[in-house]
């Protein structure tokens, strides 16, 4: 965990361009209370982890230094003998004079600098991202490319340590004669970087005790000596990390000191670095743990603070010309002029009713994604995966919609009259579904195999014709006709989840096109399952499914996305209705504490709300597929959108800029 460097946000990576101060000191100001709010933190914890520690009682940190006594494992052998010369052959190198900069641990206190307070509390993309996410917290970025480069640089630095120990070891002359009593290589710079680590994670108070207990330079001296005691070294920096770390991460330090004092007994160089490494791992733990606890406890004012903070940190950008707000005011003027003002979005936007019509509009697939300004640089995540979530939804509706025409085609066929079904193995094979979904039956069903993964596309022909095509050269499983009401609806549900769950297990990009574009095979198949429909019709279904799904151009596609924007702006104008008056922080509770199943989520059948009786089944059924997707969808959106207008109405759409960039004091002009 440690060997990555610096941590990142769980839901996006900070910026680390923005930890300066964005505007002028004021008297009492909200980022003042919040720096004395955190002062008043108790960090080392999380909220669960502060009962365990106040639990145990308090620990207390007692300095013991090293002592010159005991000789480690590392002082055992000062070998000078020819031999040991000539096995020293392999660490060979060029003179000391051409020695590069020594490398870098990969945990030091600039890498975790984003992790301090006053970085956290003057990030504006954190601070605006802590408004969405309850689960938003801090940890190692250990993703994608740069996260590759990380581990290299880790591992490059470990295994240049490992090489530098063992020639101590082994050729004590060639190593002094190479490094002497400098700092130019890895331990040294190691146990550096520990000590500044440690100095931001403990109190002032005991910040004395570390200039005692780890002095880099005097630890070193007695290195080059061959009396260094790395062992009662570990035994005083494992009761320095327990007394201030939560007493989870006990049982690591415990770890971490087993690992250094074995190596350092047995002259195992990489377990002696092994144990290093958890140690810079423990303290990476320690402040990403700090880290988070503060951005818990601080959560409630970093949120009522966000539209004052935001606004003085774009209104400092646009003054500094690093920002344009023309394109934003055009792209207003325009939509202003598109949309008409209707009597229902004036009486549940207000002063707002352009701006949500036309936020509604960009969420829909076939609206241009780079069509917004960027005013909303710090929701570009959030609005693809709003766009990805509508692009979901109205390609399940297509599924289901073009599954309730073929099953009512086909719906008292008796399907067990066609002849050359699949055998019983071709079905055994399940997709890596966790969720069971995919062999899913109504309650008539027999024990029936698992459906099987392959697409229909798979050559195997139970008439043994060449020239027999693939898909209509066998019969699928017949499924018993559901005569009743509830069957239907169960029949639904459970194909429903079933297509969920099969689009769960593709390999394709998960916001994108390509993801069913590539699962539209297998998309067919698992419905024609669901019917009684003869399988040569399974080609033409395929070729069916395929010409809507994603395809802007499709009547059906656009047909259903429509439905699905009056449905999404309906349940966005009740959204803003409710919450329109609420505070930065009643919002955050509201719109995240109660999250609804997403499109990407099972469908748990109709509501109870559902009238049978005043609308056809298939009605009933699709109201009821569709309405939690669009009340989850509905909310993030209101969220959103009543955030960014608190944010940019006066600056940009609805208010005068160039009078509050007249306002000398621009945090107090707003």
Same mark, same amino acid.
């Given at each position: 965990m440690g060997d990555q460097g610096t941590g990142g946000i769980e839901s996006r990576g900070v910026e680390s361009n923005t930890t300066r101060r964005m505007s002028e000191p004021r008297p009492k100001s909200h980022d003042d209370q919040i720096q004395q709010q955190s002062t008043e933190t108790k960090a080392p914890s999380t909220e669960s982890e502060e009962q365990k520690y106040a639990q145990s009682g308090p620990r207390h940190l007692i300095p013991v230094h090293p002592s010159n006594a005991a000789n480690g494992g590392l002082s055992r052998n000062p070998s000078t003998s020819s031999s040991a010369s000539r096995d020293s052959r392999m660490f060979e190198h060029p003179q000391r004079s051409q020695i590069p900069k020594p490398l870098e641990p990969p945990v030091t206190k600039a890498t975790l600098s984003e992790l301090d307070v006053n970085k956290i509390i003057h990030n504006p993309k954190l601070r605006h991202d802590i408004n969405f996410d309850p689960d938003l917290h801090f940890r190692p970025n250990v993703d994608g490319e740069k996260g590759r480069r990380k581990q290299e640089k880790a591992n490059q630095f470990w295994n240049t340590l490992t090489e530098q120990l063992q020639l101590f070891v082994i050729n004590r002359d060639e190593f002094m004669n190479r490094f002497g009593q400098g700092e130019d290589w890895c331990l040294p710079q190691l146990l550096k970087s520990v000590k500044e680590i440690i100095q931001t994670l403990v109190p002032q108070r005991d910040r004395m005790y570390l200039d005692e207990g780890l002095n880099v330079e005097l630890i070193m001296q007695q290195f080059s000596k061959g009396i260094a005691d790395l062992e009662k070294l570990a035994s005083w920096l494992s009761g320095v990390l327990k007394s201030h770390c939560a007493p989870m991460r006990d049982e690591w330090v415990d770890e971490m000191y087993n690992q250094l004092t074995n190596g350092n007994k047995t002259n195992d160089m990489e377990e002696l670095v092994q144990g290093m490494r958890s140690l810079l791992s423990v303290?990476?733990?320690?402040?990403?743990?700090?880290?988070?606890?503060?951005?818990?406890?601080?959560?409630? &004012?970093?949120?009522?603070?966000?539209?004052?903070? $935001?606004?003085?940190?774009?209104?400092?950008?646009?003054?500094?010309? /690093?920002? =344009?707000?023309?394109?934003?005011?055009?792209? %207003?003027?325009?939509?202003?002029?598109?949309? !008409?003002?209707?009597?229902?979005?004036?009486?549940?936007?207000?002063?707002?009713?352009?701006?949500?019509?036309?936020?509604?509009?960009?969420? +829909?697939?076939?609206? =241009?994604?780079?069509?917004?300004? #960027?005013?909303?640089?710090?929701?570009? *995540?959030?609005?693809?995966?709003?766009?990805?979530?509508?692009?979901?939804?109205?390609?399940? *509706?297509?599924?289901?919609?073009?599954?309730?025409?073929?099953? /009512?085609? %086909?719906?008292?066929?008796?399907?067990?009259?066609?002849?050359?079904?699949?055998?019983?193995?071709?079905?055994?094979?399940?997709?890596?579904?966790?969720?069971?979904?995919?062999?899913?039956?109504?309650?008539?069903?027999? !024990?029936?195999?698992?459906?099987?993964?392959?697409? !229909?596309?798979?050559?195997?022909?139970?008439?043994?014709?060449?020239?027999?095509?693939?898909?209509?050269?066998? &019969?699928?499983?017949?499924?018993?006709?559901?005569?009743?009401?509830? #069957?239907?609806?169960?029949?639904?549900?459970?194909? %429903?989840?079933?297509?969920?769950?099969?689009?769960?297990?593709?390999?394709?990009?998960?916001?994108?096109?390509s993801r069913w574009k590539a699962m539209k095979d297998s998309l067919a198949l698992q419905i024609f399952r669901f019917t009684n429909a003869p399988a040569q019709e399974l080609l033409q279904f395929e070729d069916e499914l395929d010409s809507h799904l994603s395809e802007l151009s499709s009547p059906l596609f656009q047909q259903v996305e429509q439905y699905y924007h009056y449905h999404l702006l309906a349940e966005l104008r009740q959204r803003?209705? =409710?919450?329109?008056?609420?505070?930065?922080?009643?919002?955050?509770?509201?719109?995240?504490?109660?999250?609804?199943?997403?499109?990407?989520?099972?469908? #748990?059948?109709?509501?109870?709300?559902?009238?049978?009786? /005043?609308? !056809?089944?298939?009605?009933?059924?699709?109201?009821?597929? $569709?309405?939690?997707?669009?009340?989850?969808?509905?909310? /993030?959106?209101?969220?959103?959108?009543?955030?960014?207008?608190?944010?940019?109405?006066? +600056?940009?759409?609805?208010?005068?800029?160039?009078?509050?960039?007249a306002v000398p004091d621009m945090s107090m002009a707003i």
């Open positions: 303290l990476e733990a320690m402040k990403l743990d700090v880290a988070n606890h503060q951005i818990r406890c601080l959560r409630p &004012i970093l949120i009522e603070d966000t539209v004052h903070f $935001e606004q003085r940190f774009f209104l400092k950008k646009i003054r500094d010309r /690093r920002m =344009d707000p023309g394109p934003a005011q055009s792209w %207003y003027l325009t939509v202003s002029q598109y949309y !008409s003002r209707d009597p229902a979005s004036v009486q549940a936007f207000g002063e707002m009713g352009v701006f949500f019509e036309a936020l509604c509009k960009m969420v +829909l697939p076939s609206t =241009d994604p780079y069509s917004h300004p #960027d005013t909303f640089m710090f929701d570009e *995540e959030r609005m693809a995966k709003l766009r990805s979530d509508m692009l979901d939804a109205v390609n399940l *509706e297509i599924c289901m919609r073009l599954y309730e025409g073929l099953e /009512r085609k %086909y719906r008292h066929c008796d399907s067990m009259s066609s002849v050359g079904a699949i055998p019983t193995p071709f079905l055994a094979t399940p997709f890596s579904d966790a969720s069971g979904f995919l062999s899913s039956r109504t309650d008539d069903e027999g !024990s029936e195999g698992h459906f099987n993964s392959r697409p !229909s596309s798979l050559v195997f022909s139970s008439a043994g014709s060449a020239h027999s095509s693939p898909r209509n050269s066998f &019969i699928l499983p017949s499924q018993p006709t559901s005569t009743r009401l509830e #069957d239907q609806q169960t029949k639904s549900k459970n194909l %429903y989840n079933s297509l969920v769950a099969l689009l769960q297990t593709s390999t394709a990009s998960s916001r994108s096109v803003v209705k =409710d919450f329109r008056g609420l505070t930065g922080a009643a919002l955050f509770s509201v719109a995240t504490g109660g999250r609804l199943h997403g499109p990407s989520r099972t469908w #748990d059948g109709p509501r109870e709300n559902v009238s049978l009786e /005043r609308t !056809s089944l298939e009605n009933a059924i699709r109201e009821a597929r $569709e309405e939690g997707g669009v009340e989850d969808m509905a909310t /993030r959106l209101a969220h959103m959108g009543l955030l960014h207008w608190r944010v940019w109405s006066h +600056l940009v759409y609805a208010g005068d800029l160039d009078t509050v960039m």
